[in-house]
């Protein structure tokens, strides 16, 4: 079914001047010139061996640097700050009917997703694209798939009031809550000392953006980023290196393998979509279908997969990218490789005192009552 044959596509190939499919070994450089007179007999057929590495760790190592598009992180994330964070990301009464929280769509215990195509909100609506992992999303040049919001900042107040997400009403609803809990009131001063009114949907959201940035995982790739080669398997340096040569990393790049640009989905094959993806923030035509390039850290776990949860299998979705992206068809073997690859992605969660649902402070009289309309 699958036809072993690499239909180049234009553009990004030649950036990938490699491919397994064609990685001979090349004579090794002792071998004696052939004389003029005797002619050199054909080399043996080489005996079927995994091919050795074509790239230097280096050159692997190159794809993954910090990107200048995306901002480094400097904002003041006190202890206060991101403890105060972690309690409104588990916070459901931040919901119209206190049955959602952020946790609910982005579960820490499952990588920062909920593992649906479409998330459910308020009153069990759904929205039309795929929950992404909160995990890694502080390294992305911005955030949603449209990157409607520039930062973890903009974006986190943005779930509250959405009508099929939390369904707040508005920002008075919101802070009536926190006001009315004592415990928040104190943690927002101590989060934000002097400021003359701490409580506000800005400070919330700065606080949960500060709990964010610590919403990171370590894994093999990155000891091998760091320079212990041993780390990868050899199925997976191969696929790592099927990953750069093929084209992969002009799009997956950076130290979250993802989140450095906005690119056309189907940029050499039209992909089917209704969403128009950066278009709806833009209005400029040329953004037509792009998408704020996932992060794929973790990508093993965050399916199912694309803007609208509809890959349900990893080894699709990377037939998908290779055909729609690229133009290029990989053979099985080669698929197993690179989803060997994506899988050494898969880093270690933070331990239960980010991960566990804390101990929510108890709401007073005043605190506004669940409303399941
Ligand atoms: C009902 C489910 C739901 C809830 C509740 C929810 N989210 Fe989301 N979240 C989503 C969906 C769906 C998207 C993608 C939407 C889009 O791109 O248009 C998203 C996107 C994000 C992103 C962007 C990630 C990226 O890679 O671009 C972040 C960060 C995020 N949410 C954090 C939060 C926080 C913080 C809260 C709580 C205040 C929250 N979410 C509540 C479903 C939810
Ligand atoms: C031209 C840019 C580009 C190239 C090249 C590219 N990708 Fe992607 N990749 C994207 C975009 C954009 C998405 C988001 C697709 C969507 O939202 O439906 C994506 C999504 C993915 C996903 C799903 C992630 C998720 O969380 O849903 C995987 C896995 C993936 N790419 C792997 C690969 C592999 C493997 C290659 C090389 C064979 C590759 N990509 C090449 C831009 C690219």
């Known amino acids: 079914m699958m036809r072993n044959r690499l239909l180049l596509g234009v553009g990004l190939v030649s950036l990938g001047a490699l491919s397994s499919s064609c990685s001979k070994e090349s004579p090794p450089p002792e071998s004696k010139p052939a004389t003029a007179a005797a002619p050199a007999p054909a080399p043996a057929p080489a005996p079927e061996e995994p091919p050795k590495p074509k790239m230097s760790h280096e050159k692997l190592v190159s794809f993954f640097r910090p990107s200048a598009a995306v901002k480094a992180a400097t904002p003041q994330d006190t202890t206060a700050r991101i403890a105060l964070g972690r309690l409104l990301f588990f916070e459901n009464r931040l919901s119209k009917n206190h049955d959602i929280s952020c946790n609910s769509c982005h579960d820490l215990a499952t990588f920062g997703v909920d593992g649906k195509p ?218 197993d490789d690179i989803v060997a690859f994506l899988k050494s992605l898969t880093g270690e969660l933070p331990g239960p005192e980010v991960l566990a649902p804390p101990a929510l402070p108890p709401s007073t009289k005043a605190t506004p009552k669940p409303d399941p309309t």
């Open 118 to 335: 479409t998330s459910e909100g308020h009153k069990g609506q759904k929205g039309t694209r795929n929950a992404p992992t909160v995990f890694h999303a502080a390294g992305h040049i911005a955030q949603f798939w449209d990157g409607r919001a520039a930062t973890l900042e903009e974006q986190a107040a943005g779930p509250m009031m959405n009508p099929v997400e939390m369904a707040m009403p508005d920002d008075k609803r919101v802070l009536a809550t926190l006001n009315s809990i004592p415990q928040y009131v104190k943690g927002f001063k101590e989060a934000f000392p002097g400021e003359r009114k701490p409580v506000s949907v800005t400070n919330a959201a700065r606080a949960i953006a500060a709990f964010e940035r610590k919403l990171l995982t370590t894994s093999r790739f990155d000891k091998f980023l760091a320079g212990d080669e041993g780390a990868l398997s050899e199925q997976e340096r191969r696929g790592l290196e099927l990953f750069a040569a093929s084209g992969c990393t002009t799009c997956h790049n950076g130290p979250s393998v993802g989140g450095t640009s906005f690119q056309k989905l189907g940029l050499i094959e039209e992909y089917p979509t209704g969403d128009k993806g950066r278009f709806e923030v833009t209005k400029n035509e040329e953004d037509l279908h792009k998408f704020r390039v996932p992060t794929l850290r973790n990508v093993e776990k965050t399916g199912p997969w694309f803007h609208d949860g509809s890959v349900k299998e990893l080894p699709q979705a990377v037939r998908l990218m290779a055909k729609h992206q690229l133009g290029m068809s990989f053979s099985d073997a080669e698929v």
